[in-house]
């Protein structure tokens, strides 16, 4: 959906440290001159291997090295409880439900597309 409803292009990371390291790449391929870093990234709240707070630690560490590059993170779960919309409104993490329907990611996605 993201690359043909939306035109961008999409990278899958399935594990915490890959993706990071895929963040990690862009920032330098944008750095270098060799094309643009990603603009978002969704993490799954439903796996049970990631861990939100760890996750954003890494990116915020990321990005404080490097000032200039801003990626913008969207959660995505199963479950709207109120402790994950505290968590992700404490690490300025955007929340989508699941199932994510276009008109749905439309709205997420709006202001930065």
Known sequence: ???????????ESFLEEAAINSVKKSVNREKQGLGKAFKFVFIDL???TLMLGRFMESLNALF????T????????ASSSSDR???KCEELKVKFVPKPIYEYKLRQALKAYI
């Not at 959906?1 to 990278?11: A, I, S, T």
Request: proline fraction near 7%; hydrophobic fraction near 40%; charge should be negative.
């Open 84 to 86: 994950i919309l505290k």
């Open 69 to 76: 590059s801003k990626i913008e993170v969207f959660a995505c």
């Open 64 to 67: 404080a090295e490097n000032p």
């Open 1 to 11: 959906m993201f690359e043909k409803d939306f035109g961008l292009k999409v990278e």
């Open 46 to 48: 439903d796996d049970p």
